[in-house]
């Protein structure tokens, strides 16, 4: 047996004893970051996540047991990645890995003690890790940012602007640092702004963002009235990335003046590939200690709940749970 924190359903998350998995592959979580999707699932519910099911989808943890056809042994440290495209259908080809449609995904969550695979997963998925550092709970999220980020254009003196001062967004700034990029964000929540400023980072409030100014604008939000807001506020040549996971009953219009007359582009990203994953996880290891402080909390899983109502609240950034 082991513990997990076990979502029962909208607003209903326990710490419970359920069966232990068993696999060709065996890891004992060492630390799995609170990500929006889990607080989104927790508050709401997920079409993807029908409860009972333990959430959870970006951990690292020491390999317990592995058969030898893994290519894993007992101690091996390792980060996880929680899906994996085919590799193989024409979206892939085409070099879309994050849209296949015939996606294999790791069996179980995060939020509890062990986790598994067989050996066929985790020779493409289990990736070994130098040192069992908090940072490496950050491999999924920063996948996904730098999907985003290979959708921007940051040459030529670009200036960006990162609406939402989330976890994600600050992953969005911790990158735009390290490549030079001049950034901004935008973040109504005084907490947040608050953690942001103390970073050494720009914040505005919604109201102070300069018109056309910004040349790469990320929005992080899920609110569908940003779309023609910020589309209307990028630069002449500029560009728009949804990152944000909206609705499909979301709405939004926009303004195609600013697409014809002023060559605004939009875009969009969701998830990753396997090669942000691996990108990804080149990036942590060169540069955890500078990324490990965007991971505010660290907490054991028996305070999964309260973790929900800090990120929920705008109090944390990213929280990594502690089986
Ligand atoms: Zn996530
Ligand atoms: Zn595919």
Known sequence: MMKALVYLGPGSMELREVDKPAGDVVVHVLGSGLCGTDLKTYLKGHHMFTPPTVLGHECYGRVESATAASGFAAGDLVAIAPYLECGTCPTCLKGYGELCASKSFISGGCFAEYLSADAAYAKRGFFRIPRAATAFA???????????????????????????????????????????????????????????????????????????????????????????????????????????????????????????????????????????????????????????RLVTHRLPLSRGVEAMGLLQRGEAMKIVLEP
């Open 138 to 292: 950050l491999v999924e999220p920063l996948a996904c940012v730098l999907n985003g980020i290979g959708k921007l254009r940051l040459d030529g003196g670009r200036k960006a602007l990162i609406v939402g001062g989330g976890p994600m967004g600050s992953l969005f700034g911790a990158v735009f640092e390290e490549r030079g990029v001049p950034f901004a964000f935008v973040e109504t929540n005084p907490g947040r702004a608050a953690i942001l400023a103390g970073w050494g980072w720009k914040v505005l409030a919604p109201e102070a963002v300069p018109e056309k100014d910004y040349d790469q604008i990320v929005l992080t939000v899920n609110s569908a009235d940003l779309v023609p807001r910020y589309l209307g506020a990028a630069a002449d040549g500029g560009n728009l990335l949804v990152f944000s996971g909206l609705s499909r009953q979301d709405r939004s219009t926009i303004d195609p003046y600013d697409v014809h007359y002023r060559e605004v582009s939009m875009t969009g990203s969701y998830g990753y590939a396997r090669s942000h994953f691996v990108e990804s996880l080149a990036l942590i290891t060169a540069q955890g200690a500078r990324l490990e």
